[in-house]
Structures are given as structure tokens and as C-alpha cells.
């Protein structure tokens, strides 16, 4: 008897599979707008200039003992600074539980693990649609989800009322996942006044929000604009958790570095909460990788490279708005009878085209035009060379 022979093959992820198809293809024409990672005007990845220069500092100075199993201290502080702001009274009063995480995906996973351990009833409501591994992510830590309303076809923007809806119907003191900015995959934010009503109902409805903030920085090209919803529910009094990612904003993908924190009441629960979250990374990976971590403490704590990774932020976020004004008007210099508003009123990385699964089958076969079926397009992959040939096929296939 064999002893995996009952092991299928898993489902094929759906941006793996766009990239098989697209490294298969010979023509050279082919678009990958599949994949969310950052490329530079000439389709090529990035490392920032900050991270390099971080890299020289760090090289031949540094042991390669182990972190704490919290993280590096030094880059979680940091961390710190850049969500709840730079004076925060949470940050000075000690009440963050807060540790290192295996970038966004990994401080979600833990978030999920403590939700089910020390909430066992609970679930999560997370928006549709949403990025796709938040299902698997609380599926796997055997947290229950709903789902709320977010997104409007007909508009491609916020479906407001539908959203406000669903956190009055929810049952109160639930937890609520909530995209910080630049929602995936739509692009579509609620604009500051929609953060605070919804703020006001949660406070009304007693809710508990975890913010997933992949792209801070890379939405407004301004790290600090872009932390404004959760600054809103900080100002109201709101304990959140909150996930963030150095792998956008500091082009660090494969390093896997990010924190995730819980707003505690005080000092006292942070210190618990915290020795909780370290108890659940043990059994898992024991402690954090260090690489990444040296790399965003040593630019955040040195105003130098700070700088410097501001601006290059801002250079990454201000190229994706830029190749979004080209998109669009090409469209229409094409002579579109479509609205095409939608494709600037988007933030982030992405751009929530509104086309059909057929019309994105057409991109493919006839245009070798590679992305989900879910007509989402990276932004982060168009250039100068190619927004033209992507504003002809999406106009050949949507008239
Ligand atoms: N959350 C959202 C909404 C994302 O888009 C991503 C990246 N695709 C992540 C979390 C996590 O990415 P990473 O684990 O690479 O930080």
C-alpha cells in the first residue's frame, strides 16, 4: 500500500496559473498583468536604492544569532511608528501587543490563530470580494467566515450602503477585516468621510477591526495618507489589530517581513497578548527570519534612508497613477464610448477593469494578455512601451 496515494493534486492557484500560461507563451507581445509585484518602466523588478544602501550598512557588521520569537524590537518599533503615527500616545503608553510576522500573510495567520484561540466563537467578516488567500487564511485556522458587502458592480466603486447594511446586521462585537487602502483586488477605497461613518457604526455596534495594510505608502504615494482610516479609528477610541507588509512598499517580497499588532487596553493585557502571539509562533517557525528585519529597521531608524524611501515610494506609487492617466486616455483617444473613469478613481496597485472573464479569455487568445478572469489588472506591470497595445486589446474586446 503506498502511504500518499490518496493525495490529489491541490487547486491550482489562480495567479499561478496565469503566470504558467504566460511563461509558455512565445509571442512578443505578451503582457503579464497578472501578478501584483512592482516593475519599473521597463518591466523590470525593483530593489529601491534605500534597501541596497541598508544592505551595504548591514553587510560583514552583523551576527546571524537568532531573534527574539517576538522579532527584532528595533524594527517592530518602527513599524509602530508608521501605522499608529510617530507620537502616538498607544506607542507611548506601552498598550501595543506587538511582534514580527512573516510579512502581511503571516501576521493575518497569527491574527486568525489568536481569533480562534482565544475567541473560539467568533468569525471573521471580510469584504467581497477580497484578496483571495483571506478565505484560506481564517479557513485554515478553523475561524468561521461571512462576508459583507463592498464592492458595486455597476459604479466600480464603494457599494456604501450596502456596506454600512451589512456592519448594522452583523451580530455585535464581531470582528471585521478591513483593507487599510488600496483594497484588493478592487482598488476602491472609502473616501475619509465613509471611514468616518463607518468608524462611528462600529463603535455603535461594538465591532472589533483588523486592518490588513498591504500597501501602505503605495496607494497616495504619502505612508502617512494612507494610514489615515486607521488613525480614524484610533481617534475613536477603537482597539484594532492591524497587519502590515514591507513587501510593496519596500519592494522586499521575498524577504518576508511584517508586524502584526493588537491595540490592548494597557500595558499589562499587551504584555499577555503579546507573550501569547510569540506562544503561537513558536510550534510554527520558533522565531522570525532576520534579514528583512535589519533592512527595515536600519532605513526607518536613519533619517537618511528614511527619506530617500519616501521618495521612492512616492516614484513607485506616482508611476501606477501615472500609467493609469495613460490607460485611461488611450481608451478614449481610441474613441471608447465606455466610461473608463473608473480605471483613475481606483487606487494601488490594481485596476478592477469591470471586464468580463470572457472578454479577459479574448485579452489572452487573441491579444497574448495575461491576468485573473476576474478582470483585475496589475498596474504595477503596464509601462510607456506597452499601455498602448493594453488600451487597444481592452478597446477591441469591450466593443
Ligand atoms: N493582504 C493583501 C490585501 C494583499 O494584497 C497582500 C499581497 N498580495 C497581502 C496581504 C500579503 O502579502 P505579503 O504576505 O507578501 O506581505
Known amino acids: 500500500a503506498s502511504w500518499f ?3 490529489e493534486p491541490a487547486a ?11 511563461l509558455a507563451d512565445t509571442s512578443p507581445d505578451k503582457m503579464n498583468v497578472g501578478v501584483g509585484a512592482y516593475r519599473d518602466d521597463g518591466g523590470k523588478p525593483v530593489v529601491l536604492d534605500c534597501v541596497r544602501q541598508a544592505e551595504q550598512r548591514i553587510a560583514g557588521s552583523m551576527n546571524m544569532e537568532y531573534l527574539p520569537m517576538g522579532g527584532s524590537v528595533k524594527m517592530i518599533d518602527e513599524s509602530l511608528k508608521l501605522a499608529y503615527g510617530e507620537g502616538s500616545e498607544f506607542i507611548k503608553d506601552k498598550r501595543i501587543a506587538a511582534v514580527q510576522s512573516l510579512s502581511g500573510t503571516g501576521a493575518c495567520r497569527l491574527f486568525a490563530d489568536f481569533q480562534k484561540r482565544f475567541m473560539p466563537d467568533s468569525q471573521i467578516h471580510i469584504p467581497t470580494p477580497t484578496w483571495a488567500n483571506h478565505h484560506n487564511i481564517w479557513r485554515d485556522a478553523h475561524v468561521p467566515i461571512k462576508t459583507f458587502t463592498y464592492y458595486h458592480p455597476e459604479s466600480r466603486g464603494l457599494d456604501f450602503s450596502g456596506l454600512m447594511d451589512d456592519i448594522k446586521n452583523a451580530p455585535d462585537g464581531s470582528f471585521f477585516l478591513l483593507h487599510a487602502c488600496a483594497h484588493n483586488p478592487t482598488g476602491v477605497d472609502p473616501s475619509e468621510e465613509q471611514w468616518r461613518e463607518i468608524s462611528h457604526q462600529f463603535k ?10 498591504a500597501y501602505q505608502g503605495f496607494a497616495s504615494g504619502d505612508p502617512e495618507r494612507d494610514a489615515k482610516a486607521i488613525r480614524i479609528f484610533l481617534e475613536d477610541g477603537h482597539q484594532i489589530g492591524c497587519a502590515q507588509s514591507f513587501a510593496k512598499n519596500m519592494g522586499l517580497y521575498g524577504q518576508r517581513i511584517g508586524c502584526l499588532s493588537i491595540l490592548c487596553d494597557d500595558e499589562t493585557q499587551a504584555i499577555a497578548v503579546k507573550s501569547q502571539l510569540q506562544q503561537l509562533a513558536r510550534p510554527m517557525y520558533s522565531n522570525p527570519p532576520l534579514h528583512g528585519a535589519l533592512i527595515v529597521s536600519t532605513i526607518l531608524s536613519d533619517p537618511e534612508l528614511k527619506s530617500l524611501w519616501l ?3 512616492k516614484g513607485m506609487a506616482d508611476r501606477i497613477i501615472g500609467m493609469r492617466t495613460a490607460l485611461k486616455e488611450n481608451l478614449e ?8 473613469e473608473h480605471i483613475t478613481n481606483q487606487i494601488g496597485m490594481f485596476c478592477y477593469s469591470g471586464m468580463t472573464p470572457e472578454q479577459v479569455d479574448q485579452l489572452t487568445n487573441e491579444f497574448h494578455i495575461y491576468m485573473t478572469r476576474n478582470g483585475r489588472i496589475s498596474m504595477a506591470s503596464v509601462t510607456t512601451g506597452n499601455v498602448a497595445y493594453l488600451a487597444n486589446a481592452i478597446h477591441e474586446v469591450t466593443k
Open 333 to 340: 483617444r481610441l474613441g471608447s464610448p465606455l466610461s473608463w
Open 204 to 213: 455603535v455596534k461594538k465591532h472589533f477591526p483588523f486592518f490588513d495594510m
Open 12 to 22: 491550482k492557484d489562480p495567479i499561478l496559473g496565469v503566470t504558467e500560461a504566460f
Open 5 to 7: 496515494g490518496h493525495v
Open 311 to 313: 521618495k521612492e515610494v
